[in-house]
């Protein structure tokens, strides 16, 4: 079955230790996305990629990177971890601009 | 800045009983996405609703959409159990970006 899949689901860091946490998908969108949630709050947007083409939201800390090296996969690098990164990062991918998201299960990361 | 917000945000209902929940926004978007979350997984697809007067049903749980209103409903019909779980309605009106209401977190009790 086509869908989107993220590794690791469960990531422990330490304060301040590089991390990076990665969403692959076998449904060949051009758009992937990465979202922060952290407890009983909305999906918050992080930025997305539409084909080749990054796009940074305006309050996500520089603290946080990512890379799409093909279609398939994207990562998202946290440089400097702090106890308030601890969230679930959900990853999702679109077939197009105004198309339906999926999304995948999530990477919880907890932060020491 | 784009607003999009949920009533109630906590609804604790009995099974067997009917209720709604409400999506407000506050700029044009002809498109509205309707997602459940079950606690620690991940965001589940309900609806997409496309245009105004969009109206969709799955089971116990109809989406409607009136962007005239800038207002969509996500009515639910003799609840059971198996529904509890957050609701979350989303707005697109960039073509690349999802703004998320702020959340209906759903009990059915017995």
């Known amino acids: 079955d086509a869908m989107v899949i993220q590794n690791p689901r469960y990531q422990v860091t330490q304060f301040g230790k590089p991390v990076t946490l990665s969403c692959s998908q076998t449904l060949n969108h051009n758009v992937m996305y990465w979202y922060q949630q952290k407890s009983s709050q909305a999906p918050k947007l992080l930025f997305h990629y539409y084909d080749k083409d990054f796009n940074n939201e305006a309050d996500t800390p520089d603290n946080f990177q990512s890379r799409r090296p093909n279609t398939s996969f994207c990562f998202l690098d946290i440089r400097s971890p702090g106890l308030g990164d601890a969230a679930m990062y959900l990853c999702?991918?679109?077939?197009?601009?105004?198309?339906?998201?999926?999304f995948g299960p999530g990477t919880r990361l907890t932060v020491l | 800045e784009l607003k999009v917000e949920q009533n109630p945000l906590f609804l604790s209902m009995q099974e067997g009983k009917n209720y709604t929940i409400y999506c407000n926004y506050s700029t044009t978007s002809d498109r509205l996405y309707w997602y459940r979350q079950d606690p620690g997984k991940s965001l589940e697809s309900l609806f997409v609703?496309?245009?105004?007067?969009a109206v969709k049903q799955e089971g116990r749980l109809m989406a409607s959409l009136d962007t005239k209103a800038r207002l969509s409903t996500l009515h639910i019909t003799a609840a059971v159990h198996d529904l509890s779980a957050t609701y979350f309605c989303a707005v697109d009106i960039t073509g690349n970006q999802f703004y998320f209401g702020t959340g209906t977190s759903l009990t059915v009790i017995p």
């Open positions: 609703l496309l245009s105004n007067g």
């Open positions: 999702a991918t679109s077939s197009g601009r105004y198309n339906e998201q999926f």
